[in-house]
């Protein structure tokens, strides 16, 4: 996978050209942890063949981009409720994707995010609204959601599972931990597809879904920006009804407070994308992106 790095400040953002040059410019965003490389490479293929100019890129603490120093061991859902000052904050977040379009060269551009990807996607275009064209905002918790009004969407139980997971230290262990997740978070109506999984999970340069620290400072920015009502671009909210980590009342919520906002729940579906929705999930973006344009 290609690198190059633009620039926040102090904080490099690692980002890679994924293909389509002279489409519609897409940029992806990951969720919690993990890098760029967790984007299925036939999804991405998908894109490109709807017309998209796709580049994806790792956020800050995560992948190739700056992390920053540890702080102390606090679990990640722990830290949504924690009072003490964060090393940065999610305006931060939002402007290391523009710091990607600028150095990318491109003025505005489609945003499509998963999990916290999706939360970001959500403030990206709320702090950004003249860079981003439209938001596709899958399996992700709503934005205008905050504190202890996040806990009604999320599944605690599997919190508390992932959290007693234990795995060896070194690369065998980050596999073994890598594809865990993975199962844990799979679509149970789909076929688990533990090649493409295994390829994602090597392709890792860190071991960032380990890195709860990371985690912590990622999923503990806080938000000071507008609410969802405030959205003017068209915007797509995709959730698997079998989603194990998030509720589908958290798309609901999203769903209902964007204005106009179109909202898929896919039956049968975890927190992944799996193989079989790749051309519809592309179709649905590209569907959005001729809105957005209309």
């Known amino acids: ?50 017309g998209f100019h796709v580049v994806a890129y790792d956020q800050r603490d995560s992948g190739e981009s700056t992390r920053f120093p540890d702080e ?6 722990a830290a949504l409720f924690r009072s003490r000052s964060a090393p940065y904050s999610a305006e931060d977040l939002t402007d290391d994707a523009v ?18 990807g999706g939360l970001l996607a959500q403030r990206i275009a709320l ?8 938001i596709t905002v899958s399996g992700a918790m709503p934005s205008d959601a905050a504190g202890i ?51 994602a999970v090597e392709r890792e340069v860190t071991s960032g879904i380990r890195d709860a620290r990371a985690q912590s400072r990622q999923i503990g920015a806080p938000w000071h920006g507008g609410r969802l009502a405030e959205l003017t671009v ?25 204005p106009d906002a179109r909202l898929v729940l896919l039956p049968g579906v975890g927190h992944d994308l799996p ?14 992106a001729d809105r957005a344009v209309s």
């Not at 710091?99 to 998963?114: E, I, K, P, Y």
């Not at 915007?235 to 769903?255: K, M, W």
């Open 72 to 77: 102390d061991n606090v679990h990640p859902f």
């Open 127 to 134: 702090r950004h609204p003249s860079r981003v064209r439209s």
């Open 149 to 199: 009004g996040q806990l009604r969407h999320v599944r605690l139980g599997f919190v508390l599972r992932m959290s007693r997971l234990k795995f060896p230290e070194g690369p065998e262990g980050d596999v073994a931990a890598g594809l865990a997740l993975a199962r844990a978070i799979a679509s149970p109506g789909y076929p688990f597809d533990e090649a493409e999984v295994r390829a």
């Open 1 to 50: 996978m290609n690198t190059h790095y633009a620039r926040n400040g102090t904080v490099r953002i690692a980002y890679s050209d994924l293909g389509g040059t002279g489409g519609d410019p897409l940029l992806l965003v990951m969720g919690l942890g993990v890098s760029r490389a967790w984007w299925p490479q036939g999804l991405v293929s998908a894109l490109v063949e709807q």
């Open 99 to 116: 710091a990607v379009l600028d150095a990318v060269g491109w003025n505005s551009a489609h945003v499509f995010g998963h999990s916290l």
């Open 275 to 288: 193989r079989a929705l790749w051309p519809r999930i592309a179709g649905e973006v590209r569907a959005l």
């Open 234 to 258: 068209p915007a797509l909210v995709l959730h698997g009804e079998q989603d194990p980590v998030a509720r589908p009342s958290a798309a609901r919520a999203t769903a209902g407070a964007v």
